[in-house]
């Protein structure tokens, strides 16, 4: 079933645009700088709750990300589509400087034609589907109004990881459920721990904030 997904994924329900969008979706690259400007922009312009999100978010990605999902991967070690089909298509953005000057060039598509032997890789689950999901969630439960929103984007990568040949539908599938279970159970971990000892080290501030999410 999963070889069939990929198939109308990554062969079948595709297009130059969308070739260059779903690269564009997936690159760690493109997005590096964004993020990094978005991340000091609420450090320094946000208020408490923004801050208390941004602090929650980085242990989750960085304990979930850099160590749960990396740990599960070198465990599985379940090679990616492209490592052990051939004709998968490869599809990334042309190399630019700055990187940004990809998005008005056609995305790059290789074939793929792995080495005979068997194949291992970190496939299992999605780094791509966990941090975004992991984001998305976090974001839902501090500002609940909209930040549900923010799932369609993460669908989105997690969509272009299967159209780039990078990962199996299960891949994804894990990667997102693991990415909200590590952020709710982030936020109520540190919730638990404010509520409770944030007084002992921060009194004017407890007293003003009484929970990370008001």
Not at 86 to 95: D, H, I, K, Q
Not at 99 to 110: E, R, T
Not at 188 to 196: G, P, S
Request: aromatic share 12%; proline share 7%; charged share 10%.
């Amino acid at each position: 079933m999963e070889q069939q997904i990929l198939n109308l994924t990554n062969q079948q329900w595709t297009s130059p645009g969308l070739d260059l969008l779903m690269a564009a979706m997936s690159s760690r690259a493109l997005w590096t700088v964004p993020i990094l400007v978005t991340v000091i922009l609420v450090a320094f312009l946000g208020g408490f709750k923004a801050r208390a999100m941004l602090v929650v978010m980085i242990i989750a990605l960085g304990f979930g990300g850099g160590v749960i999902c990396d740990q599960i991967k070198k465990t599985v070690h379940r090679p990616r589509p492209r490592e052990l089909l051939a004709g998968v298509r490869c599809v990334e953005l042309t190399p630019t400087h700055p990187i940004a000057l990809a998005l008005f060039k056609p995305a790059q598509v290789k074939i793929s034609d792995p080495a005979p032997g068997p194949a291992t890789g970190h496939s299992f689950p999605s780094a791509h589907s966990f941090n975004n999901f992991c984001f998305g969630m976090i974001l839902a439960l501090f500002y609940r109004r909209w930040g549900w929103l923010y799932f369609f984007p993460a669908s989105l990568v997690a969509y272009s990881r299967l159209y780039v040949g990078a990962h199996w539908l299960s891949d994804v599938i894990a990667g997102a459920l693991l990415g909200c279970g590590i952020a709710l159970l982030t936020v109520i971990l540190l919730e638990w721990f404010w509520r409770h000892y944030s007084r002992k080290f921060m009194p004017k501030t407890q007293a003003t904030h009484p929970t990370l999410l008001s």
